[in-house]
């Protein structure tokens, strides 16, 4: 017989949970990015253990791996690539969208943005924004909202590492494209995901990017940066 459950977690599992910030300290070390080397994030070593622990943290198997303890191949990409060309963000209301760590919110910051809302439904990604941010010395407005559909006059919109499910992936394009449709600059981090709507979009830049092999096929990634066509 399992652990007991009691409120969706295991009895006898630590209530870090109540507490994600020191989940995120013990579980991960603050370093600097592969290819942005500007910002530094609390990352963890490896996949797996972190991926056991939040799930025992949570009380729930089968979840999807803490994107937020990782700097996956989109998101260095679209950081690095608002670093080279500031112009996209400087004083510029900007939203960073599915944020995990906050890395291109914090990138954004400090291309001189004028404000950077971080959005993520994850609670630990919410948690690790406010933390990284902070350790950059950047001020991030993290929220939990689900804010595909929404349009709260964001100048810039940038989005990494989207297109992994085909449902999801089709509902934020739309969402996307009509944002861009009606003057927002969109830009979009991608590694050549299955769902990456390629004949919508067009390239501005590409990069190598370094990446863990326990999450990705490879050492380093192709990665490219979009824009709706």
Same mark, same amino acid.
């Given at each position: 017989?399992?652990?007991?459950?009691?409120?969706?977690?295991?009895?006898?599992?630590? =209530?870090?949970?109540?507490?994600?910030?020191?989940?995120?300290?013990?579980?991960?070390?603050?370093?600097?990015?592969?290819?942005?080397?500007?910002?530094?994030?609390?990352?963890?070593?490896?996949?797996?253990?972190?991926?056991?622990?939040?799930?025992?943290?949570?009380?729930?198997?089968?979840?999807?791996?803490?994107?937020?303890?990782? /700097?996956?191949?989109?998101?260095?990409?679209?950081? =690095?690539? *608002?670093?080279?060309?500031?112009?996209?963000?400087?004083?510029?209301?900007?939203?960073?969208?599915?944020?995990?760590?906050?890395?291109?919110?914090?990138?954004?910051?400090?291309?001189? /943005?004028?404000?950077?809302?971080?959005?993520?439904?994850?609670?630990?990604?919410?948690?690790?924004?406010?933390?990284?941010?902070?350790?950059?010395?950047?001020?991030?407005?993290?929220?939990?909202?689900?804010?595909?559909?929404?349009?709260?006059?964001?100048?810039?919109?940038?989005?990494?590492?989207?297109?992994?499910?085909?449902?999801?992936?089709?509902?934020?394009?739309?969402?996307?494209?009509?944002? /861009?449709? =009606?003057?927002?600059?969109?830009?979009?981090?991608?590694?050549?995901?299955?769902?990456?709507?390629?004949?919508?979009?067009?390239?501005?830049?590409?990069?190598?990017?370094?990446?863990? =092999?326990?999450?990705?096929?490879?050492?380093?990634?192709?990665?490219? *940066?979009?824009?709706?066509?």
């Amino acid at each position: 017989m399992g652990p007991r459950v009691r409120h969706g977690r295991p009895e006898g599992v630590s =209530r870090a949970i109540s507490d994600p910030n020191a989940f995120i300290r013990a579980e991960t070390r603050l370093r600097p990015v592969p290819l942005v080397p500007e910002v530094s994030l609390h990352m963890a070593d490896e996949a797996v253990p972190i991926w056991h622990r939040t799930e025992e943290e949570l009380g729930e198997l089968g979840l999807p791996p803490p994107f937020w303890a990782f /700097a996956w191949a989109g998101g260095q990409a679209l950081a =690095r690539h *608002v670093l080279d060309h500031p112009e996209t963000v400087r004083g510029k209301r900007v939203l960073d969208f599915a944020s995990g760590s906050g890395l291109v919110g914090i990138a954004a910051m400090k291309a001189g /943005a004028t404000s950077v809302t971080c959005a993520d439904i994850d609670p630990f990604a919410v948690a690790a924004i406010a933390l990284n941010g902070a350790a950059n010395g950047v001020a991030l407005a993290p929220t939990q909202d689900d804010l595909i559909g929404r349009d709260d006059g964001w100048d810039t919109v940038l989005a990494g590492d989207i297109a992994y499910e085909r449902n999801l992936a089709e509902k934020v394009f739309a969402w996307l494209l009509a944002l /861009a449709g =009606r003057g927002a600059t969109v830009l979009i981090g991608d590694p050549g995901r299955t769902y990456l709507p390629k004949d919508r979009l067009t390239k501005l830049a590409e990069y190598s990017v370094p990446v863990t =092999r326990e999450l990705e096929d490879m050492e380093i990634k192709r990665t490219a *940066v979009w824009r709706p066509a």
